[in-house]
T-cell receptor, first 114, second 113 residues
Framework: EAGVAQSPRYKIIEKRQSVAFWCNPI?????LYWYQQILGQGPKLLIQ????????DSQLPKDRFSAERLKGVDSTLKIQPAKLEDSAVYLC????????????FGQGTRLTVV | QKEVEQNSGPLSVPEGAIASLNCTYS??????FFWYRQYSGKSPELIMS????GDKEDGRFTAQLNKASQYVSLLIRDSQPSDSATYLC?????????????FGAGTRLTVKP
């Protein structure tokens, strides 16, 4: 079974530029998460989708971050404009269903904003 | 109070010893609990899940859950240098109806040969 796929693996951009990350979850997984992990900290949930609907985006900085999950499969996370403090690893995870199930992570995208 | 708290460590144990990692959570309705291992520069990898009070064993790993005390722990028996990693505790903070998983800051474990 293929795992969660993410791209790109690394990205370096200047502040005020925009960037987008892509995620393809495990086949059949209805729930998809985007996490931000700053060095030395645990992952912080940014947004959770159930199929193509948003379940929780309470911690998403909506003035600069946006995410979508068209057709309930792939998802993209965008940052525009980026700030220095956005430097982090962006992790995508998926789970089979919404309730009480394990989440599996992709390899992440390491973003550096200079 | 943070939703999920872990001792940040670092925790150092000799090879062959038992490593004990602890986690507390604030939301009493939480129903599911997970332990992830994260090697440096890698993404989190699920190692244990636990849903009921008591112990759950999987090889050298034992997860312990006490919902009354809002406490979950992970024991690693016969620790190996390859167990050196950061261990993340994750809790479903909204109970059974929504898998809103929140993480602790992680405990860095070093197993010395």
């Amino acid at each position: 079974e293929a795992g969660v796929a993410q791209s790109p693996r690394y990205k370096i951009i200047e502040k005020r530029q925009s960037v987008a990350f892509w995620c393809n979850p495990i086949s059949g997984h209805a729930t998809l998460y985007w996490y931000q992990q700053i060095l030395g900290q645990g992952p912080k949930l940014l947004i959770q989708f159930q199929n193509n609907g948003v379940v929780d985006d309470s911690q998403l900085p909506k003035d600069r971050f946006s995410a979508e999950r068209l057709k309930g499969v792939d998802s993209t996370l965008k940052i525009q404009p980026a700030k220095l403090e956005d430097s982090a690893v962006y992790l995508c995870a998926s789970s089979f269903r919404q309730r009480n199930t394990e989440a599996f992570f992709g390899q992440g995208t390491r973003l550096t904003v200079v | 109070q943070k939703e999920v708290e872990q001792n940040s460590g670092p925790l150092s144990v000799p090879e062959g010893a038992i490593a004990s990692l602890n986690c507390t959570y604030s939301d009493r309705v939480s129903q599911s609990f997970f332990w992830y291992r994260q090697y440096s520069g890698k993404s989190p990898e699920l190692i244990m899940s636990i849903y009921s009070n008591g112990d759950k064993e999987d090889g050298r790993f034992t997860a312990q859950l006490n919902k009354a005390s809002q406490y979950v722990s992970l024991l690693i028996r016969d620790s190996q240098p390859s167990d050196s990693a950061t261990y993340l505790c994750a809790v479903n903070i909204r109970g059974a109806w929504n898998n809103d998983m929140r993480f602790g800051a992680g405990t860095r474990l070093t197993v010395k040969p």
